[in-house]
C-alpha cells in the first residue's frame, strides 16, 4: 500500500505544486523541517530537549502555511520549469526569494540543532532552565529567522 499511498501523494503534489519553483521551494523547506526532526531524535541532553521540542512543534505549524503560498502562487503563475514566472512588479521573484530564504533559514536552524548536540555539556543548565541554555537560544534565533521569511512570503501574495 505505500506504493499506491506514495504514487497518489506525488500526483497531488504535481497538481497542487507543480514541478517547477514553487514545488521546489515547499521541498526544500520540508526536507529541513524533517533533517531538524532527525537530529532532534538524537538528543540526549534534557535540558536542551525540553527547549528544542517547542521549537520543532512551531516549525512543523509553519509547512501547511509555506504550502499554502506555494499553491497560491502556482495558481497565479505555474511552474514547470526552474524558471520563476514572470509577474506585475516581480513580485513573485520576492516571493520565491522569501521561500528560498525560509528553506535555507530552516537548514540553519536543522544546524544550530545539531551543533547544539555537540556543544560541551560543561554549561552546568538545570532542567528546567532551558530558556537560559544559550544553546536553545542559538536554535531560536534560527528559527526566528524561518518565522519572519514565511510571513514575508505571505505578506507579498496578500499585497
Excluded at 517547542?54 to 502556482?74: F, K, Q, S, T
Excluded at 521561500?99 to 536552524?109: E, V
Amino acid at each position: 500500500m505505500g506504493f499506491l499511498r506514495d504514487y497518489v501523494a506525488t500526483r497531488r503534489d504535481d497538481q497542487e505544486l507543480g514541478r517547477g519553483v514553487w514545488r521546489r521551494a515547499h521541498d526544500r523547506f520540508q526536507r529541513g523541517l524533517d533533517r531538524y526532526h532527525q537530529m532532534l531524535e538524537g538528543v540526549t541532553d534534557t535540558g536542551l530537549r525540553v527547549g528544542a521540542v517547542p521549537i520543532a512543534n512551531d516549525l512543523a505549524d509553519l509547512l501547511p502555511r509555506v504550502r499554502e503560498v506555494c499553491m497560491e502562487a502556482h495558481r497565479r503563475a505555474p511552474s514547470e520549469t526552474q524558471d520563476i514566472p514572470a509577474s506585475k512588479g516581480g513580485y513573485l521573484s520576492d516571493v520565491h526569494r522569501q521561500l528560498s530564504r525560509s528553506g535555507n533559514a530552516m537548514a540553519q536552524t536543522a544546524e544550530a540543532l545539531t551543533m547544539a548536540r555537540f556543544a560541551a555539556s560543561s554549561l552546568n543548565v538545570a532542567d528546567g532552565e532551558s530558556k537560559s541554555d544559550p544553546r536553545v537560544q542559538g536554535i531560536e534565533r534560527r528559527a526566528a529567522s524561518v518565522h519572519e521569511c514565511v510571513e514575508q512570503a505571505e505578506a507579498l501574495l496578500r499585497g
